[in-house]
């Protein structure tokens, strides 16, 4: 899998749903983890290393910059491997960037999936908005849900942040209004303009 673009919120999130594919009490044995400009030597010694008391291992690769040009070899070598890793084997690149004309890409959409990581919008994200309040028991209606979104404007991050402070904010069982808006969310730029 390519989990590329976005929101780094979003692709993170995604890595933490495959993580439970290998959950368990050996999970820390059959997870690895490569930050930044891997090994690739390193890459494909755990590709071709069957899981350990578990039906799958998953190899997780962030920020390698090996679906960027100037990496050629690295990314050729990686192509290569999505080609002969084992069925009990997953590998995830997360990367913030992603050239759909390197062979890497291509090897990825033949042997797997691409996908751009995009945070909600509109509708979307006002529903999500809506659910992170529900889920800690406090409710907060469509119009202020619309007031919350014209303050702190429609970015996916800060309205993660100022959702979290307007949660902290409210006792269990409340509902949001305009005022616990105005009183607690930071506004956004294009609002004080």
């Given at each position: 899998?390519?989990?590329?673009?976005?929101?780094?919120?979003?692709?993170?999130?995604?890595?933490?749903?495959?993580?439970?594919?290998?959950?368990?009490?050996f999970?820390?044995?059959n997870i690895d983890v490569f930050d930044g400009a891997a090994d690739m030597n390193a890459?494909?010694?755990?590709?071709?290393?069957l899981p350990f008391m578990s039906d799958k291992r998953l190899?997780?690769?962030?920020?390698?910059?090996?679906?960027?040009s100037g990496r050629k070899n690295d990314s050729e070598k990686a192509a290569?491997?999505?080609k002969d890793i084992p069925e009990s084997t997953c590998v995830i690149f997360v990367e913030e960037e992603?050239?759909?004309?390197?062979?890497?890409?291509?090897?990825?959409?033949?042997?797997?999936?691409?996908?751009l990581c995009t945070p909600p919008q509109g509708a979307e994200l006002y529903s999500w908005a809506e659910k992170?309040?529900?889920?800690?028991?406090?409710?907060?209606?469509?119009?202020?849900?619309?007031?919350f979104f014209s303050v702190v404007g429609e970015g996916f991050e800060n309205a993660r942040a100022e959702i979290?402070?307007?949660?902290?904010?409210?006792?269990y069982g409340t509902i949001i209004t305009n005022e616990d808006i105005d009183a607690i969310c930071i506004k956004s730029t294009e609002n004080k303009v």
């Open positions: 899998y390519l989990l590329y673009g976005g929101e780094s919120f979003v692709r993170e999130t995604w890595v933490t749903r495959f993580k439970k594919v290998v959950s368990g009490p999970e820390d044995m890459v494909m010694d755990a590709s071709q290393t190899i997780i690769i962030k920020d390698s910059g090996l679906f960027k290569q491997m999505l992603a050239d759909k004309r390197l062979a890497l890409f291509k090897a990825v959409m033949k042997n797997g999936h691409a996908a992170q309040t529900k889920k800690r028991g406090i409710k907060m209606e469509r119009n202020q849900t619309l007031y979290s402070k307007l949660i902290n904010y409210k006792d």
